[in-house]
């Protein structure tokens, strides 16, 4: 026995095929500025779980970089009583040093950094095994030209050219010897 609606289903699937192709369509290109459109939707994913605003921002990796600084200095002053701003404590070179390239060498802890940890204890609570993975990092590295520097940063450590910080050793002609 045949119903209405097996009459009308040809028509019904053209219909539902032809709003489809109609939705899907756009009728001119469209920036990051305008909200209701296909072309912010990666924007507005990036603003809303990484905080960052592309067009605020220079690229993610100045902003995660500058991200880790701002971690940095508030564990140092809450924890080990030492402010590098203040005019009483002496300056500490490496809180106005460049951007070292964005590599897992010479300095893995900044490439790895507290978010890493957050990830493994959270790995850790649901699997039973500590497993950090530096998910801001990563995404810093599959960023537009994040390959190259990492490839730099590791280069530049075969070569021992470390970029002078904390965690690097000195030069040699650093070293002096004292009462010979």
């Keep these: ?45 990036s603003k809303a779980f990484l905080g960052f605003d592309e067009e605020r921002d220079v690229s993610y990796r100045e902003m995660q970089w500058q991200d880790k600084q701002d971690i ?22 490496s809180i106005v040093a460049p951007r070292p390239p964005h590599s897992i060498v010479p ?38 030209g994040g390959v190259v520097e990492f490839g730099q940063g590791i280069s530049n450590t075969l070569k021992g050219n470390f970029r002078p910080g904390i965690g690097t050793p000195p030069p040699v002609s650093a070293f002096r010897v004292h009462n010979p």
Aim: aromatic share 8%; with cysteine.
């Design 1 to 45: 026995m045949r119903t209405p609606f097996h009459s009308t289903r040809p028509l019904l699937l053209i219909l539902a095929s032809a709003l489809l192709a109609l939705g899907s369509c756009k009728s001119a290109t469209s920036g990051v500025g305008q909200h209701w459109s296909v072309d912010s939707l990666g924007a507005r994913v």
């Design 72 to 93: 940095n200095l508030t564990l140092r002053r809450h924890f080990l009583n030492s402010n590098p701003w203040n005019p009483f404590q002496p300056l500490d070179a």
């Design 107 to 144: 300095d893995p802890v900044d490439y790895f950094h507290i978010e890493s940890v957050m990830s493994g204890l959270l790995i850790l609570a649901s699997s039973g095994t500590f497993i950090p993975i530096p998910i801001g990092s990563l995404i810093a590295t599959v960023e537009d």
